[in-house]
């Protein structure tokens, strides 16, 4: 069984296009994130949700928005995709937010690529 | 801020040997400690953590770290490399970020190449 699975694996888009990216977990975790992987592999986290109440929202351009239409999922919608939102996008999901002791299990990634 | 250093970017071993990536964070309190390895064009595996207790931690695929306050470090190391261990290790810390959340920051990465 997949614990944090996210939809599209591949999303290859033109500039200025509107793009959402899916992201569910079967752990029964409270607490959901999103990550970007730029392309030096550098991991950075952009938001994290808490019983789908906003908790994490770095800096990142108010385009990204993200979407927990319950505890189990995160979406990420982008709205007017510029060249440098390429990169592979990762859901992580952990128990609750508050314990520093949560481990955090990823998805498989999903790479986008803007032309 | 915490922050995670991971100095070598780039490691290459030969099969059967030995291997130890460094890790250093930087952090006020007592940190929790994770190491992440990414195969290609897969997603985050966790292979140990350190929260507590015993400082030497196991991990799966017969990964250790050792967890040195004194130095900041928290380095993995692994006796003897297989090819399939070839990946991009992270090391990353769990910190309190304000209004009563975590979050994980990771370093760079360390990408390592094994040699038949």
């Known amino acids: 069984d997949t614990a944090v699975s996210q939809t599209p694996k591949y ?35 952009m938001f994290s949700y808490n019983n789908k109440e906003l908790i994490i929202n770095e800096t990142v351009p108010n385009r990204f928005s993200p979407k927990s239409p ?20 990762f859901c992580a999901s952990s128990q609750v937010s508050g314990s520093s002791a949560d481990t955090q299990y990823f998805g498989p990634g999903t790479r986008l690529t803007v032309l | 801020a915490q922050s995670v250093t991971q100095p070598d970017i780039h490691i290459t071993v030969s099969e059967g040997a030995s291997l130890e990536l460094r890790c250093n964070y930087s952090y006020g309190a007592t940190p ?34 050792e967890f040195k306050r004194s130095q900041s470090s928290f380095n993995l190391r692994k006796p003897s490399v297989h090819w399939s261990d070839a990946a991009e290790y992270f090391c990353a810390v769990d910190a309190y970020s304000g209004a009563g959340s975590y979050q994980l920051t990771f370093g760079k990465g360390t990408k390592l190449s094994v040699i038949p």
Do not use: R
Not at chain 1, 70 to 89: C, F, M, P, R, T
């Open chain 1, 11 to 45: 999303l290859v888009t033109q500039m200025g296009n509107d793009k959402s990216i899916k992201c569910e977990q079967n752990l029964g975790h409270d607490t959901m994130y999103w990550y970007k992987q730029d392309s030096k592999k550098f991991l950075k986290i």
């Open chain 1, 70 to 89: 319950d505890k189990a999922h995160l979406n990420l919608h982008i709205n007017s995709l510029e060249l440098g939102d390429s990169a592979v996008y």
């Open chain 2, 32 to 65: 929790y400690l994770f190491w992440y390895v990414q195969s290609p064009g897969q997603g985050l595996q966790l292979l140990l953590k350190y929260f507590s207790g015993d400082t030497l931690v196991q991990g799966i695929k017969g990964f250790e770290a």
